[in-house]
């Protein structure tokens, strides 16, 4: 598959099947299986230690975030609730209207801390001081994300911090996502990426790892990286 095939999947998927799907594993509604209820609160628990992580540095309100591939909101709006300027964006169309709509709700006066654009985070050209892209990197192959990561980095001025699916847990992963996609017109491939290959990325970019986490739920796992420039 060319990278542009998976792109292209992937923006198919995540502006119809995986867009019902999905705003309603991140969402709060009770209408949600228990593979569904399991995975939110994995992912809750990897927001949950960025949002800590970047709380413990006590400089919130005086820094720019990109959030590339932010989904509906659920670590953008917690941010500029806390006071961070946050330019958040995402390759579906769907999924940002969703995040618009959650944000003017519980946003409030705070709304204009947060831009919502649609847009590849591979286009993305700003500079910020801290760029964070969480469980993006799974819809993607290894060559692929390598060109992604270096992105990333030429975007951050001071700090990186990505989840990615590790290859440590192939068999179960992969046999679990199978029932998060299920049939092929449906079907989004989940990469898994060994830790080892992202770190390797991220030093021949010139960053170095400070913090990292791993959040392993029944059906969830996400490794957690901090990396900053040297
Ligand atoms: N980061 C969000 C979070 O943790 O709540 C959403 C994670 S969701 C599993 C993956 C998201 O990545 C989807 O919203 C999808 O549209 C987005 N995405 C996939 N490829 C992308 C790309 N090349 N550029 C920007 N967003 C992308």
């Known amino acids: 598959m ?23 594993i991140y969402g709060i509604s009770n209408d949600v299986n228990k593979v569904q209820l399991d995975i939110r609160n994995g992912h809750q628990q990897t927001v949950d ?15 720019s975030i990109c959030d590339a591939g932010c989904g509906v909101g659920s670590l953008s709006i917690p941010l500029a609730q806390a006071g961070a300027r946050v330019y958040a964006s995402d390759l579906s169309e769907m999924m940002v209207a969703e995040a618009k709509e959650k944000a003017r709700s519980e946003l ?13 985070l591979e286009t993305l050209s700003d500079r910020y001081h801290t760029v964070i892209c969480l469980d993006v990197l799974i819809h993607y192959p290894q060559e692929q994300v390598e060109q992604m990561i270096s992105h990333l980095c030429s975007l951050a001025q001071t700090r990186l911090i990505l989840s ?12 679990k996502v ?6 092929a017109s449906k079907a989004t491939r989940a990469y898994l990426h060994p ?18 986490a791993m959040t392993k739920t029944r059906f969830y796992f996400s490794r957690l990286i901090e990396a900053t420039r040297k």
Do not use: C, H, M
Request: proline residues 2%; glycine residues 8%; aromatic residues 12%.
């Open 2 to 24: 060319t990278a542009t095939d998976d792109k292209t999947i992937v923006k198919e998927y995540f502006n119809t099947t995986g867009f019902d799907r999905w705003r309603r």
């Open 49 to 63: 230690t960025v949002i800590g992580w970047l709380q413990a540095d006590g400089n919130l309100s005086e820094i």
């Open 108 to 120: 409030g006066d705070l709304v204009n801390n947060l831009t919502l654009t649609v847009q590849d």
């Open 164 to 175: 990615f699916a590790p290859k440590t847990f192939a068999l179960s992963l992969l046999k």
């Open 195 to 212: 830790a080892s290959e992202v770190i390797k990325i991220l030093e021949k970019n010139g960053f170095s790892v400070q913090r990292q």
């Open 178 to 183: 199978g029932s998060f996609f299920p049939g």
